[in-house]
């Protein structure tokens, strides 16, 4: 039951380039999207969020963009620096779901390389 | 930087043994999660936790499972005969609830179970 989806387990780019991290998704009653970064032996760290009601979201070097007719969010990163290498979860959830906290649903991760 | 704390970092338990898992959330945060990742696997929702009871709850989270706010501080998850299915990176999360707000759900860095 795959609700998020992140097809590319692996990304290399080149340090200054863009990332492009692709996440695909079934499930229509999700409205709050988020992406998370991950290094080993540690906790998923808060990247970026997006609600439904936008297409677009920017924090610095990190944008995350939102098409809700495809089901389809991506996060750009740019330009890519040697820290960004990290595994990037994309997630998602209920923002609304009559008062109860929803948990996320996480994709199974794109381990992005960032070479020198 | 306030941030979720998870201790022990590595618990190894014999089946069938009663293990606790803790996590001090972020001070002002009021709703927390427990969430699992068995090892080459997706993160997976297992409980959400808000005003001393549980308000979401996976399919993962059976009998087995229990959690609680035994003071102001912590967040337990309790497995009370452990399987070897039950050896996972046990994530503990919290975010803080504002009304018609996205918020964001924080991580610790987790506990590695471990089940022999």
């Known amino acids: 039951d795959q609700q998020v989806k992140q097809n590319s387990p692996s990304l290399s780019v080149q340090e200054g380039r863009i990332s492009i991290l692709n996440c695909d998704y079934t499930?229509?009653?999700?409205?709050?999207f988020l992406w998370y970064k991950k290094y080993p032996a540690e906790g998923p760290t808060f990247l970026i969020s997006i609600s439904s009601i936008k297409d677009k979201n920017e924090d610095g070097r990190f944008t995350v963009f939102l098409n809700k007719s495809a089901k389809h969010l991506s996060l750009h990163i740019v330009p890519s620096q040697p820290g960004d290498s990290a595994v990037y979860f994309c997630?998602?959830?209920?923002?609304?779901?009559?008062?109860?906290?929803?948990?996320?649903?996480f994709g199974k991760g794109t381990h992005l390389i960032i070479q020198p | 930087e306030p941030e979720v704390t998870q201790t022990p970092s590595h618990q190894v338990t014999q089946m069938g043994q009663e293990v606790i898992l803790r996590c001090v959330p972020i001070s002002n945060h009021l709703y927390f999660y427990w969430y699992r990742q068995i090892l080459g696997q997706k993160v997976e929702f297992l409980v959400s936790f808000y005003n001393n009871e549980i308000s979401e709850k996976s399919e993962i989270f059976d009998d087995q499972f229990s959690v609680e706010r035994p003071d102001g501080s912590n967040f337990t998850l309790k497995i009370r005969s452990t399987k070897l299915e039950d050896s996972a990176m046990y994530f503990c999360?919290?975010?803080?609830?504002?009304?018609?707000?996205?918020?964001?759900?924080?991580f610790g860095d987790g506990t590695r179970l471990s089940i022999l």
């Open positions: 999360a919290s975010s803080r609830a504002l009304s018609g707000s996205n918020q964001p759900q924080h």
């Open positions: 997630a998602a959830s209920r923002m609304y779901s009559g008062g109860g906290a929803d948990g996320l649903t």
């Open positions: 499930n229509s009653m999700f409205d709050y």
